[in-house]
């Protein structure tokens, strides 16, 4: 899979709170990003910083983006935001319009977003197991030609 990423940067503190768009067209920006939670919460200043991962699908072949927009604080706005996705999994945040090239209506054009949530990584290490182990976990010798 093929990855880039950038940021853009205002200068605030950061908040603990992340959201993510984990499909964006490849048109897409992290300045548009920035502005559309901008003018949806109704301020300029409560984006600190989004983080953009260019990817590949690995199908199709088409160019995606993912985004992560951190929080300069948080307000009444994005606890709103954090609910919706606590009691639905996500929302959908417009962005703008575009023509629809069969019916030739003006459609909204969104993203799903998400809370973004830090994997935790266990700590597994690879290793050979006794034979014993391998019966007890169902794993049987092949046998012999």
């Known amino acids: 899979m093929h990855n880039s990423a950038t940021n853009i940067h205002p200068t605030n503190m950061s908040s603990n709170a992340t959201l993510c768009i984990g499909y964006a067209h490849r048109s897409c920006?992290?300045?548009?990003v920035m502005n559309a939670f901008a003018t949806a919460l109704e301020d300029k200043d409560i984006?600190?910083?989004?983080?953009?991962?260019?990817?590949t699908n690995d199908h199709?072949?088409?160019l995606f983006k993912l985004f992560f927009i951190h929080f300069a604080y948080t307000n009444t706005a994005v606890q709103h935001m954090l609910?919706?996705?606590?009691?639905?999994?996500?929302?959908?945040?417009?962005?703008?319009t575009r023509k629809d090239l069969k019916s030739g209506a003006?459609?909204?054009t969104y993203w799903k977003v998400t809370e973004y949530k830090k994997k935790v990584k266990d700590d597994f290490k690879p290793r050979i197991l006794s034979v014993e182990e391998a019966e007890l976990a169902g794993i049987k010798a092949p046998k012999k030609a």
């Open 60 to 62: 199709t072949g088409e």
């Open 47 to 55: 984006v600190d910083r989004v983080e953009m991962i260019e990817k």
């Open 83 to 96: 609910s919706r996705i606590e009691a639905d999994g996500f929302f959908v945040l417009t962005y703008g």
């Open 106 to 108: 003006h459609i909204e």
């Open 29 to 32: 920006n992290g300045e548009q």
